[in-house]
Nanobody, 126 residues
Framework: QGQLVESGGGLVQAGDSLRLSCAASGLTFNRYTMGWFRQAPGKEREFVAAIGWSGANTNYAGSAQGRFTISRDNAKDTVYLQMYSLKPEDTAVYYC???????????????????WGQGTQVTVSS
């Protein structure tokens, strides 16, 4: 049974940077597309970014494009989300998710993802 554990969240000020990590276990990591989603208070969970199994393909939500970078280390079974120039509207619980995709296809819909982490809180103060 696959398990995902996020870390790296915290309280930062607007303009700061933060790097989230998600460690996977119990699954063949290099056959999964990995995604990051977030859920702000009172809002639905939304797609942030995803990366194919090889790391060659990525996809970003408009709100993340240019400020966030997703990457992965298949040797460590870990996916990262580097966030720059954080804004108060980035405040949310951030979740990583795994989608079985040996072809490397990237999907932005949460229903495509098979495994989810418990989430890590990111709070950006103004």
């Amino acid at each position: 049974q696959g398990q995902l554990v996020e870390s790296g969240g915290g309280l930062v000020q607007a303009g700061d940077s933060l790097r989230l990590s998600c460690a996977a276990s119990g699954l063949t990591f290099n056959r999964y597309t990995m995604g990051w989603f977030r859920q702000a208070p009172g809002k639905e969970r939304e797609f942030v970014a995803a990366i194919g199994w090889s790391g060659a393909n990525t996809n970003y939500a408009g709100s993340a494009q240019g400020r966030f970078t997703i990457s992965r280390d298949n040797a460590k079974d870990t996916v990262y989300l580097q966030m720059y120039s954080l804004k108060p509207e980035d405040t949310a619980v951030y979740y990583c998710a795994a989608d079985w995709s040996p072809t490397g296809a990237i999907k932005a819909t949460e229903t495509s993802y098979d495994y989810w982490g418990q989430g890590t809180q990111v709070t950006v103060s103004s």
